[in-house]
């Protein structure tokens, strides 16, 4: 029996080792770009190893780890791009659209944010992306070229204070889903990239930041002024700077997902550029969502432990109690 075992985990062994080596080689040939999902399938798979090894019989567990091996091998990403003669479409013609343009309007709870924030954010990250796509449509069906959606990890993974501005990227992002199905008997490709955190123009100047806090304290109804306090509406004007701080100044994950959108023989439909931009949104989707909720409330501390006025009083009184 423990020979048996002692042969069953050898195989084990030796096939992990084999499968190492070919999907090195693939990567290192195909100068493959290793992405977070990658890596959570290699967990995934080390994690059925481990299950295949213990607990299933030796012929079936081999078989099953044999087979999730070769799909995953298969599945590897090959970022093969057009030849030559397949972009001479950029000079007679419309290749592609690249929608990058967006605001984000401030960063406050949802209930402090003015219309006016959710209708800029509504208009330039949707609306105008929807009526250029709609302009040059037909040059890009006649291509048969891309459509590239510059959306973001908030367009499907809430993050307090970005009610407006994750609202507007949802849209995008679905717009982008529907339009990649719409687009598919025109052999027109559609990819969106969902990036997570980077420093780039669209937190503003401080002088713009300093003017909506303004906005808000002017606009923000009297009992909501008294429940949120003046310590807490305060608070919002330092997020200028925390954002400036946490964020990547390294554009260079984006502009290879977006080149490798335009000029990829097989584009992906999504792309995750970033610091967890892909872990995030699996945290959110897959586990119960107390686990999405202690991380963001730990991950995105937007108030520095700053409770609203009249939270604080009553978990005082609490306390006398």
């Excluded at 709609?134 to 970005?162: C, D, E, Q, W």
């Excluded at 963001?296 to 609490?318: D, E, G, V, W, Y």
Aim: one cysteine or more; aromatic letters at 10%; charged letters at 15%.
């Amino acid at each position: 029996m423990e020979m048996v075992q002692c042969d069953s985990a050898l195989s084990y062994v030796v096939l992990s080792a084999l499968f190492s080596g070919l999907v090195i080689h693939k990567i290192i040939r195909n100068k493959v770009k290793i992405e977070n999902s990658a890596v959570s399938c290699l967990l995934s798979l080390l994690l059925l190893e481990i299950i295949c090894c213990c607990v299933l019989c030796s012929h079936l567990g081999l078989t099953l780890f044999i087979l999730a091996c070769a799909f995953y091998y298969i599945s590897i990403p090959v970022r093969r791009m057009l030849p030559p003669q397949g972009k001479v479409v950029l000079i007679t013609g419309l290749w592609g659209i690249v929608h990058n343009a967006g605001v984000l309007g401030y960063m406050a709870d949802g209930e402090l944010l003015p219309i006016s924030v959710y209708k800029q954010c509504m208009d330039v990250n949707f609306i105008g992306v929807v009526q250029v796509t709609k302009i040059f449509m037909p040059l890009l069906r006649k291509a048969k070229g891309r459509l590239v959606t510059i959306s973001s990890m908030a367009g499907h993974t809430p993050i307090p204070g970005f009610a407006a501005y994750a609202a507007s990227k949802a849209a995008l992002s679905m717009f982008s889903a529907v339009m990649r199905q719409d687009l598919l008997k025109w052999s027109v490709k559609v990819s969106a990239i969902h990036p997570s955190g980077f420093k780039t123009n669209i937190f503003g100047s401080q002088e713009h930041w300093s003017s909506q806090d303004q906005n808000i304290q002017d606009n923000i109804m009297p009992d909501v002024k008294e429940d949120y306090g003046e310590e807490y509406l305060a608070s919002l004007k330092d997020l200028h700077h925390t954002m400036s701080t946490v964020t990547s100044p390294d554009l260079s994950p984006v502009l290879e997902d977006v080149c490798h959108a335009l000029l990829a023989q097989e584009p992906y439909v999504s792309y995750t550029p970033g610091q967890c931009a892909y872990l995030i949104p699996c945290l959110f989707h897959y586990f119960p969502l107390w686990v999405y909720d202690c991380f963001a409330k730990q991950t995105f501390q937007i108030h520095q432990n700053i409770l609203p006025r009249s939270l604080r009083i009553s978990k005082a009184n609490n306390k006398t109690d």
